[in-house]
Structure formats: C-alpha cells, structure tokens
C-alpha cells in the first residue's frame, strides 16, 4: 500500500514578476492568502519518492488535463506551457525532460501533439525565479519554467488536452536525477474537486493513474497559455466604446438598450460581468492589469458587439 506524506512549501508570492497565462482554474483557489499558498509537494513514504514527480513506482509523466471546464473555449493552439517545478536533482549527465501536450483519448493521455525539451540542470528553482499568474486581479498560479513550442499545437477536435512534463527514466532516476511539480494541498479549506479525471500521472504501464483514484484531491502547478481562432467575431450592435487605451473606467454607448457587458481577458477568461440597463453604460476597470481585452456587449434585443481595448 502507498503511503502518503506531505512536505510544507513557503512561497512569498509576492517575489517574482507578474504574468498573465490562460489556464489557472485548477489551481487558483490554493492562492487566495498569498501570505500562505496552499501549495506543496507530497511523497508516497520514505524512500518511495514523490507523488507528482520521480519516485520509485516508476510514474513517467505528471499530467493535468484541459478543457471546456478549464479554460478551453473553442479552436486554436496551445502556444506555451509554464509549470512550477519544486525541486531537481541532476546527475551532471545533461538528462533531458520533455514538456508536452498529449491528445485526450476518452480520459487518459493519448498521442503526443507537440512538445519541447528541456535539460534539468537549466531548470532554475530559485525563491528569485518564481512567477506569479494573475487574471488582473488576483493570484492564479505560479510557475518558474516557461516552454513555447516552437510550432503551436494545435487543440485537438474535441477540445481538451493533457499537458505535462516527462520524468525522469528509472536509469536516470537510478543516476540520481529528480524532478518535482508543485501541487496545491488536499488539507484545510482548499481541495481539488476533479483530482480524478483531471489531474495525475502517466505510471509504467503507461495507464493514466489519477491522483483521485488514490484519494488525493490536488492539482498540478501546469498552466498552458493558449490562443483562440474563434469565437470573438460577431458584431451587429452599433456601439461606440471610450476611451481606448482605457484607465480607469470604459465607456459604451449604444444605439440600443443593452442587458449586459463582459470584459475578457486574452487568455479567455472573464475578469468583469456586469448587468447593464439603458443605452450607456460606464465600467471601472481600474482594478485590471495593464494590457489587452475584450469587450462583449449584447442588447435587450440579443445584438452583441464584441472588440478588444487596451487598459494602460
């Protein structure tokens, strides 16, 4: 029977530089205290190596998967993925790690689509080094290895994916190389809910061993960044939006009434939602990160208008 040890990870989010990414669901609930992110790793017992990286039941890759219920919402590519990697361990012999997207096959990891490699003694785990996600307002999630492809993956057909990283092989583990992904904690108030269809590792029979199919409700620290084809297109409201770049607050008038006003952000994610009644309408958005949104508007009448802005 694997037994199950936690180890405590102090994290001061507020040390690295802040960046924006696309997926952070999975894991952002584990950082709402930034003063104690509720982020760690956890082992299988002594000397049985860790649950989301090298250990000695010969896992081959940690995965998280992506879709519709996190962050993927319609067609494009996958074009990065960021990770927060804990800990290493390199031998000095150059191994190399892979970082990948893996077709979803009826839940289990599928078809390798793309990926990039990555040599770990490169892998910088410094307090200096770590990264902060954030939607505009909030911490998200962390990570301190960034891998773009260098031809984006595309998202398969049916939505979702498997992103992730390779572990060392049992010889090399043997030599002494390590790798380990930061995951968020199954303890107190915060718990992963999908552990067992969205979170786990690739094991030796190359099966996909979930880390809820052992009671562990945790995430991994994989946020993929990805840029969407579809799905910002329509425009039959006549609106007019100001200013652009944007401060403070955005305004909108329009030649009809309208019901509501979503601003998203370009990784897909709805950072405001508001109620709107009449033909103009003013939304603070102060409290937003400096770059590049959308705008969704629609009418009473189901007219929508979407566009980007910039808030400066």
Do not use: C
């Amino acid at each position: 029977m694997k037994k199950l040890y936690f180890l405590a990870v102090s994290l001061l989010l507020g040390a690295g530089a802040i960046a924006q990414t696309t997926v952070t669901s999975h894991f952002e609930g584990a950082l709402a205290d930034p003063q104690n992110p509720q982020v760690g790793i956890y082992t299988w017992g002594p000397g049985n190596g860790y649950v989301s990286g090298t250990n000695t039941y010969g896992d081959k890759v940690i995965v998280q998967l992506f879709d519709s219920n996190y962050g993927v919402s319609g067609a494009g590519t996958v074009d990065n993925v960021k990770l927060h990697i804990n800990a290493i361990a390199d031998a000095g012999d150059g191994t190399l790690v892979t970082v990948g997207i893996w077709e979803n096959n009826s839940g289990t990891p599928g078809t390798l689509l793309g990926s990039a490699d990555i040599e770990i003694a490169s892998i910088d785990t410094s307090a200096a080094n770590l990264q902060v996600i954030t939607d505009g307002t909030a911490a998200q999630g962390i990570y301190n290895l960034n891998v773009t492809f260098g031809t984006p993956v595309v998202i398969p057909a049916n939505q979702s994916y498997f992103a992730g990283i390779t572990l060392p092989t049992a010889a090399e583990a043997a030599n002494g190389d390590t790798v380990v992904v930061t995951t968020t904690i199954q303890e107190g108030s915060y718990q992963f809910a999908d552990a067992s269809t969205h979170a786990g590792a690739v094991d030796a029979s190359d099966a996909f061993a979930s880390y809820g199919a052992s009671s562990i409700a945790i995430a991994n620290a994989i946020f993929p960044t990805m840029t969407f084809t579809s799905g910002i297109a329509e425009n039959n409201l006549d609106i007019t939006v100001y200013p652009n770049p944007a401060e403070n607050v955005l305004n909108i008038d329009a030649a009809e009434s309208l019901s509501s006003m979503k601003v998203i952000g370009m990784d897909g994610r709805v950072v405001i939602d508001a109620d709107v009644n009449g033909n103009t309408t003013s939304i603070d958005v102060s409290g937003l990160e400096a770059g590049s949104y959308y705008y969704e508007v629609v009418s009473v009448n189901g007219d929508v208008s979407r566009s980007s802005f910039v808030k400066k």
